[in-house]
């Protein structure tokens, strides 16, 4: 069988991580949203989880400043801040979710040209992570 979520809100959102993440909040999106002592405790993020609990195939949706380093220049708003990467523990989880695909084809797209441009006749694993 082959996962897809795809939604209009941020993929780390309540109701599309109900298909992939085990969280006391909701509101834990990245490390950064995180209390020290839940992470103490071993609780992890939503958005890293995506990662690791299900063999997610295509993946579609906002929240790509919950995936990069505190500080990164967003790729369609350099200039705004609040689009800015939040993770405090300096994972990128785009490019490391791409190592994890090994022997296939994981792409990752952020906006319409690139997504527009996506064979699924080759491509075994999207990922489209556009801002909200
Ligand atoms: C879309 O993303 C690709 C990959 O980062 C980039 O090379 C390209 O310039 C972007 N296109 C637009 C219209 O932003």
């Given at each position: ?22 969280s006391a909040?909701?509101?834990?999106y990245s ?71 090994i022997g ?29």
């Amino acid at each position: 069988k082959s996962v897809g979520i795809v939604t209009t809100t941020r993929v780390q959102h309540a109701t599309p991580a109900t298909s992939y993440a085990h969280s006391a909040s909701r509101k834990w999106y990245s490390d950064a949203d995180m209390p020290e002592a839940a992470k103490k405790d071993g609780c992890t993020d939503i958005a890293s989880q995506m990662l690791k609990n299900t063999d997610i195939d295509v993946i579609i949706g906002g929240g790509r400043k919950y995936m990069t380093p505190r500080g990164t220049k967003d790729p369609e708003y350099p200039a705004d801040f609040s689009s800015r990467g939040k993770r405090k523990d300096g994972r990128n989880l785009i490019d490391e979710w791409q190592k994890m695909k090994i022997g296939k084809v994981a792409r990752y797209v952020w906006n319409q040209t690139d997504f527009s441009a996506v064979d699924p006749e080759t491509t075994d694993y999207l990922m489209g992570e556009f801002v909200v």
